[in-house]
């Protein structure tokens, strides 16, 4: 007999964020990840995996989580599905290196019920302070290797669907140079989570080339203060717009968990600026929505 | 012939900021504002004045402004009076000591007007680090006082409401040890207007004599680091919950100036824990509504 697609789900998404923290442990080469487990009042609970201060990560946040029970009803209108009943299994991740050469990476792959609706959403994306186009094009490379293995529709419309939900309309710009970005999956169940096991299991290999084409760049101050600067765009999104953040904070998710996407140090300046033609100043050209194969 | 209220109170904040700005780097002794004249694509404008690394102001922000226009069908909503037409002049501030020992201090008064309905609105509330009774005592005075001059039902009443709106319910906990908040007074307006000019003109009597009792205390890297943290909850508060930046940014405010709220330097760190009884531990006993006087 095979087990509901819900509890499969929920067991590759526990081992993923064993061999991704496995990965990126061995990547760092000093630093381990703590794991705490917790368990959700409402029902469900989860285990944050969280490395700080490493060699290559001043903050890595690797989140497992399944929980179920009672939606709000002033939330559950905004979803598919009848009913306050749901359930919610995911991954979440977000990587910050410490030197301002390596990029900072998000990632999400996450099962849905409510009532009988269930589906599947995720994705990835690259946010980098001095980007490098063969970065970009890597990235963007890796996920669309593994859309086309499942249906060549669909990169382009999940990277469109990145470049529209990662942006930040008060700075009218992208949060980085995006990647793929999907929700409400509700084709058929099998062939949904053949594809979101596939990408996630695409992660290291998007990422990790990056990591080690750049973390042994020299950098001083300059572009450590723009970083800082640069994570403040990253913290306005996650708490004016990200629906991950809301949705967890809403259904009482563990704030610890949920917060730990922020970054471990951030700058706020006003009205900064930057000489034209800086690589700082340049950095404005790439936070726009663009082709990068 | 009297002007029309609007407009008293438009030249009322404008003073206020000059007489503000100016007391501040008086009392900073190092540095000196900067000032930013701006214009609102939709009509009106503000002056925005930030002083940065000063010998006791990390940031301070002082933003004057005075915009009108239309509003925004979907938010319009949530306001009283009638139609899209506004009018909404006032000052906010926002001051960050370098030094954890003084807290932290914000303040709005401001006038709004949609279609024929007028309203006041304003308020402070102090956010310390390492709180000492004496400080909460001194503020809450203050603006018990000129509450009292005008109303005697009234301080109670705002004290409340301050609680109730400078409240992380993610955090299960207040942002400081509030002060007085009120919002759509609607009552006589020429009473309600001299209401505001009173409270106004005793922000810095109810901030500067904390500030001269703290700022020579010694601190350290303990100190400084609680700090960063604790500035992280403030921009969480303004980030997640605040009406006054979810105002400006719908309504095409200038997000500089809007998010010259934010500290120069924030830090998160994942589920941060102290000893039982040390005083940073202890702040959370302070992060609970209760009678300061």
Redesign the interface.
């Given at each position: 007999m095979t087990e509901p697609i819900e509890a499969r789900a929920e067991t590759f998404f526990r081992e993923l964020q064993q061999t991704i923290c496995g990965a990126l442990e061995t990547e760092d080469g000093t630093a381990l990840f703590r794991a705490?487990e917790w368990q959700r009042p409402g029902g469900g609970g989860g285990i944050?995996r969280?490395l700080?201060d490493g060699a290559l990560f001043e903050?890595a946040?690797v989140n497992f989580s399944s929980v179920h029970g009672q939606l709000k009803p002033d939330f559950a209108g905004a979803l598919p599905g009848d009913g306050l009943d749901f359930f919610a299994s995911g991954i979440s991740l977000v990587l910050h290196p410490k030197s301002p050469m390596v990029p900072t990476v998000h990632a999400n792959f996450r099962v849905l019920r409510r009532g009988e609706a269930r589906w599947f959403g995720g994705g990835a994306d690259l946010t980098p302070y001095y980007p490098e186009r063969e970065d970009a094009v890597h990235f963007h490379r890796a996920w669309k290797t593994v859309c086309d293995r499942h249906d060549p529709t669909c990169y382009p419309r999940f990277k469109k669907w990145c470049d529209e939900y990662f942006y930040l309309?008060?700075?009218q710009e992208t949060r980085g140079i995006g990647g793929i970005f999907f929700d409400t999956l509700q084709r058929d169940a099998e062939r949904d989570f053949a594809f979101v096991r596939d990408a996630g299991a695409t992660f290291l290999e998007a990422y990790l080339p990056i990591v080690r084409r750049r973390r042994e760049l020299i950098y001083g101050d300059r572009e450590r203060s723009f970083q800082?600067l640069r994570r403040?765009r990253y913290?306005?999104f996650n708490?004016?717009y990200d629906r991950g953040t809301t949705f967890g904070?809403k259904t009482d998710g563990r704030?610890?968990s949920?917060?730990?996407s922020?970054?471990?140090?951030?700058?706020?300046?006003?009205?900064a600026r930057f000489p034209p033609g800086s690589r700082e100043a340049q950095l404005a050209d790439w936070l726009k929505p663009q082709e990068w194969l």
């Open positions: 705490d944050s969280v700080t903050k946040g309309p008060h700075r800082l403040g913290v306005e708490l004016l904070l704030t610890e949920i917060l730990m922020l970054p471990p140090l951030v700058r706020w300046e006003y009205d």
